[in-house]
């Protein structure tokens, strides 16, 4: 970027995007787009800043300013009282490229491309995010990865996660397969948070008896926004495909809200727990596998492992690829006054399974009995997880569980729910054998059941209370 005043004559991009009253308001005020200002609103609150471009699909009523902090923020074009332009600063968002260096002493790590924007720019444009993939892209954005691995990358496709589905599934499992066969000694896959774990869940089953480590990476906050978490997240996810011990479906992502250390979570034992925090990840009922670090520690490596229990990476190892999902299966979430029709018409439509996460220790109301006979007499798989998330489907404790067992409900213990409904799409995507269901469903493939839950598999720490609020202190960064 450069600072210079050029006359607002020669400006072709003055109003790029900009319409109605805020239009009005950069022309009365004799700005435009990529003008340096000090703009007064009418509370006195000053915003230093660049006039960015606004999008075609934005409103009209707001101007919107890059802080020199590097956030952006719209100021209602009626609250501004003053402008005062100080520079202009045309800028250009593009990633620079370079070529990606190879070093024959490094391993060899693919990434494969969902639609995640770990790396990017803003399209100003339209508003959106536009992802960094090629190899030579991620170097320029990112040029610490070429000291950790060389790294080819694939893109799979292109899509939000909340559009990830049985199609994308199958894909990304066939083409792990294929990248293991052509001797990646590890495998990255960006992928956007929101369905992030059930991904992980998904892989988890389809993808079986890895040889080496199958690493999942996203970040919550986007690369233009100077609290990303996305070049860590990146770094630490190619640094555990190369280095890590653990070939299992792992997701990672921040570990607590400062920038110390990435987590490795378990695919079958992860939840996205906030909206907005970067470390949003949990691992439920569990440890997380292990941490890593951009930075080594004392003893001279980027990971702590918490447990001992996983698959160890071993490139003689012949991976067990199983693409398959079936698509008529649903996941209800009960609550009070969940009526029976609901049931009923998932059965006529075909439905071949359905997961409950039922209140407590695995329970439903008296009113949806006969209808869970009705759809399981007609073929429907039934399964019980709880909403809890932490703890079992215990339903042999109370007289409600111990009724739908004898329905033919099949519980599930401490697998999660999203974890359950990725579980028997995948086990109906290959049976209708109702005994072979059940034995498939209560086997435990990859953690997905435990025989218990740890000491520490459980914290919530509840905001407000006074032992709380000394902890916090003591330890916020």
Same mark, same amino acid.
Request: a negative charge; proline letters at 5%; charged letters at 20%.
């Given at each position: 970027m450069s600072s210079v005043m050029v006359p607002l004559a020669d400006r072709t991009d003055r109003?790029?995007?900009?319409?109605?009253?805020?239009?009005?308001?950069?022309?009365?005020?004799?700005?435009?787009?990529?003008?340096?200002?000090?703009?007064?609103?009418? /509370?006195?609150?000053?915003?230093?800043?660049?006039?960015?471009?606004?999008?075609?699909?934005?409103?009209?009523?707001?101007?919107?300013?890059?802080?020199?902090?590097?956030?952006?923020?719209?100021?209602?074009?009626?609250?501004?009282?003053?402008?005062? /332009?100080?520079?202009?600063?045309?800028?250009?968002?593009?990633?620079?490229?370079?070529?990606?260096?190879?070093?024959?002493?490094?391993?060899?790590?693919?990434?494969?491309?969902?639609?995640?924007?770990?790396?990017?720019?803003?399209?100003y444009r339209t508003g959106a995010v536009i992802p960094a993939f090629t190899p030579g892209e991620l170097y320029g954005a990112v040029p610490e990865l070429a000291d950790i691995a060389n790294l080819t990358t694939k893109k799979l496709f292109g899509v939000f996660s909340e559009n990830m589905g049985p199609e994308q599934y199958k894909a990304l499992a066939i083409a792990i397969g294929e990248e293991i066969e052509k001797g990646a000694d590890g495998i990255v896959i960006g992928h956007g948070t929101d369905t992030m774990s059930h991904?992980?869940?998904?892989?988890?089953?389809?993808? $079986?008896?890895?040889?080496?480590?199958?690493?999942?990476?996203?970040?919550?906050?986007?690369?233009?926004?100077?609290?990303?978490?996305?070049?860590?997240?990146?770094?630490?996810?190619?640094?555990?495909?190369?280095?890590?011990?653990?070939? /299992?479906?792992?997701?990672?992502?921040?570990?607590?809200?400062?920038?110390?250390y990435d987590l490795l979570h378990r695919g079958t034992r992860c939840r996205k727990m906030h909206s907005s925090y970067r470390s949003t990840f949990r691992t439920i009922g569990a440890t997380p596998l292990a941490t890593v670090s951009r930075y080594p520690g004392e003893n001279g490596s980027h990971f702590t492992y918490l447990t001992d229990d996983f698959l160890p990476r071993d490139k003689a190892r012949t991976p067990v690829i199983t693409p398959v999902f079936e698509e008529k299966v649903t996941i209800q979430y009960y609550y009070p006054n969940f009526n029976p029709d609901i049931v009923d018409g998932l059965s006529s439509m075909g439905y071949r399974g359905m997961v409950i996460a039922g209140t407590g220790l695995g329970h439903v109301n008296k009113p949806l009995y006969p209808?869970?006979?009705?759809?399981?007499?007609?073929?429907?798989?039934?399964?019980?997880?709880? $909403?809890?998330?932490?703890?079992?489907? $215990?339903?042999?404790?109370?007289?409600?569980?111990?009724?739908?067992?004898?329905?033919?409900?099949?519980?599930?213990?401490?697998?999660?729910?999203?974890?359950?409904?990725?579980?028997?799409?995948?086990?109906?995507?290959?049976?209708?054998?109702?005994?072979?269901?059940?034995?498939?469903?209560?086997?435990?493939?990859?953690?997905?059941?435990?025989?218990? /839950?740890?000491?520490?598999?459980?914290?919530?720490?509840?905001?407000?209370?006074?032992?709380?609020?000394?902890?916090? $202190?003591?330890?916020?960064?």
């Open positions: 109003f790029q995007g900009y319409r109605g009253p805020a239009k009005d308001v950069l022309d009365r005020c004799g700005i435009g787009v990529w003008s340096e200002v000090e703009i007064v609103n009418d /509370e006195g609150s000053i915003f230093p800043g660049v006039i960015l471009p606004r999008s075609e699909t934005a409103d009209d009523l707001h101007v919107v300013v890059k802080l020199f902090n590097g956030y952006n923020v719209g100021i209602a074009a009626d609250r501004i009282a003053s402008v005062k /332009e100080t520079g202009y600063r045309k800028a250009v968002y593009k990633i620079p490229e370079k070529e990606f260096p190879f070093d024959a002493k490094k391993k060899n790590i693919t990434l494969l491309g969902t639609g995640g924007t770990i790396a990017s720019r803003l399209d991904t992980g869940a998904i892989l988890s089953f389809m993808v $079986q008896n890895s040889p080496v480590p199958l690493v999942i990476v996203g970040s919550q906050r986007s690369s233009d926004r100077p609290s990303s978490d996305a070049a860590l997240n990146l770094m630490n996810a190619v640094r555990a495909a190369a280095e890590c011990d653990i070939a /299992e479906v792992m997701l990672c992502m921040f570990g607590p809200t400062s920038d110390n209808a869970i006979r009705r759809a399981i007499e007609k073929g429907m798989t039934v399964v019980m997880t709880v $909403q809890t998330l932490w703890g079992y489907a $215990q339903m042999y404790v109370y007289d409600t569980g111990r009724d739908l067992l004898d329905l033919g409900i099949i519980p599930l213990d401490n697998m999660l729910p999203e974890t359950a409904y990725m579980k028997l799409a995948w086990v109906l995507g290959q049976t209708d054998d109702p005994e072979t269901i059940r034995r498939m469903m209560t086997t435990a493939i990859n953690h997905e059941i435990t025989p218990r /839950e740890p000491h520490n598999g459980y914290l919530i720490l509840q905001g407000g209370l006074p032992e709380v609020d000394a902890f916090v $202190q003591k330890h916020w960064k």
